[in-house]
């Protein structure tokens, strides 16, 4: 079974997850989700939308793979990490559709998107680490502390806050709160806007600017999973900035 969909318009590649259900980050999903952005970059896009299924943008981790435990566990946790950087250093812009709600590592992939549009109405965003008995990993903590206010932050990460989109609009878990029904049109809007852009500075930019974050995160992954850090560091002579001289 396909978990997602890619559709490719006007040189914006439209990824949409959907399992049906709550669109959780599964080692088959992520594996998904890694094959399409590979294929985003083969097919030089210009900008990638990554859009959820109605009502949901992503639940997190696939909970029946990480109650299990083991090897596969902390590989899905590691790899769910990777995507997230690997979203934050993207060659062309990224924008989230979060069509509904984004919950533990749902809200951590919505916040390593350069543009965030979300759905009004009774969705919440929320990193529930501390609630469930999870502390918070490094590479989540970097990621959030990058997008939210500081009061925003300790609420999000120490007390597990729900925010409904709102509220997650004014912590900066995202930009811009339309209706449902336009949330993809929207981001898709926005990407198209951003194809204009040169990107071989757009990439400059975003590397330099996050260079600290991308170093905290790479580490964070290291620290947590056993990784070696590979990537810390990475500025605009970076592999990623390469692809983006095309």
Known sequence: MTLLTTALDDGVATITMDDGRAN??????????????????????????????????????DLAVLGAGGPEAEDMLRRGFELAERLLRSPVPVVMACTGHAVAMGSF?????????????AF????????????????????????????AFDRAVGLAEAFDPAGALAAGFVDVVVQPDE????????????????????????LRARAALLQAVDAGIGAEFGRTAQRAGAGTDSMDDTRARK
């Open 183 to 206: 949330v993809v049109a929207t981001a898709q809007a926005v990407a198209r806007s951003f194809a204009g852009l040169d990107r071989r500075a757009h990439l400059g930019t975003k």
């Open 24 to 61: 959780a980050l599964s080692p088959t999903l992520l594996t998904e989700l890694e094959d399409a952005l590979d294929r985003a970059e083969a097919d030089d896009v210009a900008a990638v939308v990554l859009a959820g299924r109605p009502g949901r943008f992503s639940a997190g981790f």
């Open 124 to 151: 919440k965003i929320q990193a529930n680490e501390v609630a469930i008995g999870l502390t918070m990993p490094i590479p989540a903590l970097e990621i959030l502390r990058y997008r939210l206010t500081p009061s």
């Open 109 to 121: 992939l919505l916040c390593s998107g350069d543009h965030r549009v979300a759905a009004a109405g």
